[in-house]
């Protein structure tokens, strides 16, 4: 049986709300792995949607491509019965590594000009069969390196760690393509997840309760029922997850995979230069939301927080299709951003705070299967785009998301009044 009462190492001077999750030493390096790690996704995001589209010049291309990249999350669920059975940190470390080598081979095949459209998609979808146990585990220790007290305030940093990346590694991306190349993004990946990897080494979860013997003792197939079956029962996590699910799905999946085309057709940049702005502007309104609620953790209308910053998100979708000018998108993009933060970090922590810790693993790996329904999404984005253009395609998903929430706070006026 793990620890269930260690404590930081000394007592620490008193700190700000907005950083008490900080007072815990193996959340620090959880905190600046996640950041060193979000720098090459970011990296990454940028230099695959503008090689899909600078190969084929097709909408689809492009949904494919970041599609395929997100399609294993999809598996997030039998990474989840993996993270209950195993020790978390040691499945995180082998994760980083085999993701550390891969990142590299893609960019010495960069490097030779040697790519092709099929390894495009070859390499998003290996990236995305690591990324399916990266992400969700790094959730789940969230809740195993700080006490409870502190869960929001860490899951917030967290999500500010992964927003400030989103904000910096974008613009710097769309540069280093625009000057060096896109081969030199994906060796500076490389190089910032080996030094994650390093860090790894330290990381302890004192806060982990669960024992991991317990959960063998049953089959796999046997744990993964039992993750669907608690979310299925448990009215709240079966409404915070389709809230995730539906923003996933009617925005988040229109902009990510059509913002490479919207660059191009719309604001009529191909370089790479806007995209990576936009893609900053992204970041920069992902972290303000997530500091807002770092800055304010004790809110208790959790529910009414999330609602009304659903629908604020879908009203920034739809200001994004009728813009036509960098500068507009970019105020577009950043509010929906920030809105879009304040939803999915408060809807994790309500997860986080409701699940039994030996359950956790399943739990999160359920939740976290809406990121693997993105392709559909944009899919179906790239269609929209195909045949009426890529605004239109905005304005479709951002009237469908407001129509959602509206649906959900009549129907279903439980999650609208949450409070934890």
């Known amino acids: 049986m793990e620890t269930t009462n260690a404590q930081p190492d000394a007592p620490p001077p008193p700190r700000p709300v907005s950083t008490q999750a900080l007072r815990y030493p193996d959340f620090r390096i959880l905190w600046i792995t996640t950041g060193l790690v979000a720098g090459g996704v970011w990296f990454q995001q940028v230099t695959l949607g503008w090689l899909a589209y600078d190969l084929t010049r097709d909408p689809l291309h492009v949904a494919g491509v970041v599609g395929a990249r997100t399609l294993p999350l999809l598996l997030s669920p039998v990474t989840g019965v993996i993270a209950d059975r195993v020790d978390r940190r040691k499945l995180l470390f082998v994760d980083q590594a085999l993701v550390t080598a891969l990142v590299f081979g893609f960019a010495l095949l960069l490097r030779l000009d040697l790519h092709r459209v099929w390894h495009l998609y070859a390499f998003a979808l290996t990236f995305g069969l690591l990324w399916a146990a990266n992400n969700p585990v790094r959730q789940v220790l969230t809740a195993n390196t700080v006490p409870r007290e502190a869960l929001m305030n860490a899951t917030a940093m967290i999500s500010m760690a992964f927003n400030l990346m989103r904000a910096l590694g974008p613009a710097v991306g769309g540069l280093v393509i625009a000057r060096f190349g896109p081969d030199v993004n994906f ?105 807002l609620l770092a800055a304010f953790s004790s809110a208790r209308r959790k529910g009414l927080l999330a609602s009304v910053s659903f629908a604020l998100a879908a009203v920034s979708v739809i200001a994004l299709s009728q813009a036509a000018s960098l500068w507009l998108a970019f105020g577009a993009l950043l509010l929906q951003q920030m809105f879009v933060q304040v939803v999915m970090t408060t809807n994790m922590t309500i997860v986080h705070t409701i699940t039994p810790d030996a359950l956790r693993g399943r739990v999160v790996g359920v939740y976290q299967m809406e990121i693997g329904m993105m392709p559909f999404g944009g899919l179906i984005a790239g269609g929209l785009s195909r045949v009426y253009g890529v605004d239109n395609a905005f304005l479709i998903g951002g009237v469908a998301a407001l129509a959602l929430i509206a649906v959900l706070s009549v129907a279903a006026p439980r999650y609208r009044r949450l409070e934890t």
């Not at 991991?212 to 993964?224: D, H």
């Not at 799905?249 to 990510?256: D, H, I, K, Q």
């Open 187 to 291: 060796l500076i990946q490389g190089g910032l997840f080996l030094v994650a990897l390093a860090m790894l080494t330290r990381l302890r979860a004192p806060y982990s309760t669960a024992d991991r013997a317990r959960a063998r003792e049953r089959s796999p197939l046997r744990n993964l029922a039992d993750g669907f079956r608690h979310v299925v029962n448990e009215p709240v996590t079966l409404l915070t997850a389709g809230v995730t699910f539906g923003l996933s799905f009617t925005m988040l999946a229109m902009v990510f995979n059509q913002l490479p085309v919207y660059t191009a057709e719309i604001l009529r940049n191909e370089d790479g230069t806007y995209l990576g702005l936009l893609l900053m502007a992204m970041g920069i309104g992902g972290f303000l939301g997530t500091a």
